[in-house]
């Protein structure tokens, strides 16, 4: 994706993270784009990414509108890819590592230090963090993840923020995100170690808790989220 089409999506999504644009509100490409004053092209790249990742839903055969979700729908989806990440990082950690995944993984670890070695962050360590956390999760996947486990991720990817490319960061804030970043960066070196070390229980336990950890930010982020009616 172009950098236009990075920063646009990563606006939308901080903006239905926020509630700025709340569940049902509808996103259309030419008044969208004019609102962010970009063309149209970054912007339609970013609603069909937001589409798959399940923050919005076709409304009609031109526009979107944003996906209703309860807070218990993203702590569904999130909780199940800890599960199934966490499986993966179990096996890695029982048969071991081989080098290519080691050489990954080490490099992931290297750029991610690079990125909070200055101690604060600039709005463009935003998105080489994302690229740095996805190939993280990617290499564990794929030495770990068996065909059940790959195909089990894709679809629970089309959950709200259940993926880990799905990112919401405030670039208005980046003292906090460089705070929760930076937290996020070291269970990234505690699950390396885990594996390193063959520990696979560990691996597994820290892989979860690394999942789960999304969910302190949804609910600082958002607090007013529809919850569903006690049964």
């Not at 996103?27 to 399940?54: D, F, H, K, N, Q």
């Not at 009609?60 to 729908?73: K, L, N, Q, S």
């Not at 486990?149 to 679809?155: K, N, Y």
């Not at 691996?203 to 006690?230: G, I």
Request: glycine share 8%; net charge positive; aromatic share 4%.
């Amino acid at each position: 994706m172009s950098k236009p089409g990075q920063q646009v999506l990563a606006q939308l999504r901080q903006q239905i993270a926020s509630g700025r644009l709340p569940p049902g509100a509808r996103v259309v490409e030419i008044p969208t784009a004019e609102a962010l004053g970009v063309s149209r092209m970054p912007v339609r790249v970013a609603l069909r990414v937001l589409e798959r990742e399940g923050l919005l839903e076709k409304a009609g055969a031109r526009g979107f509108r944003v996906r209703a979700a309860t807070r218990d729908d993203i702590v569904d989806g999130v909780e199940v890819r800890g599960v199934l990440e966490g499986l993966a990082a179990l096996r890695i950690g029982e048969r071991g590592m081989s080098a290519a995944t080691e050489r990954a993984l080490r490099t992931c670890l290297a750029d991610g230090d690079a990125i909070f070695a200055k101690g604060r962050l600039v709005e463009a360590d935003l998105a080489a963090y994302q690229d740095m956390n996805v190939r993280f999760h990617a290499a564990i996947i794929e030495a770990g993840g068996g065909g059940a486990i790959r195909e089990a991720l894709a679809r629970n990817e089309h959950l709200p923020f259940a993926s880990v490319r799905a990112l919401a960061a405030d670039i208005a804030r980046l003292d906090r995100e460089y705070s929760r970043l930076s937290y996020a960066h070291m269970q990234h070196h505690a699950i390396f170690d885990a594996l390193a070390n063959r520990q696979g229980a560990r691996a597994e336990s820290l892989m979860r808790e690394h999942a789960n950890a999304t969910l302190a930010h949804v609910d600082f982020a958002w607090p007013e989220m529809q919850r569903p009616e006690p049964r």
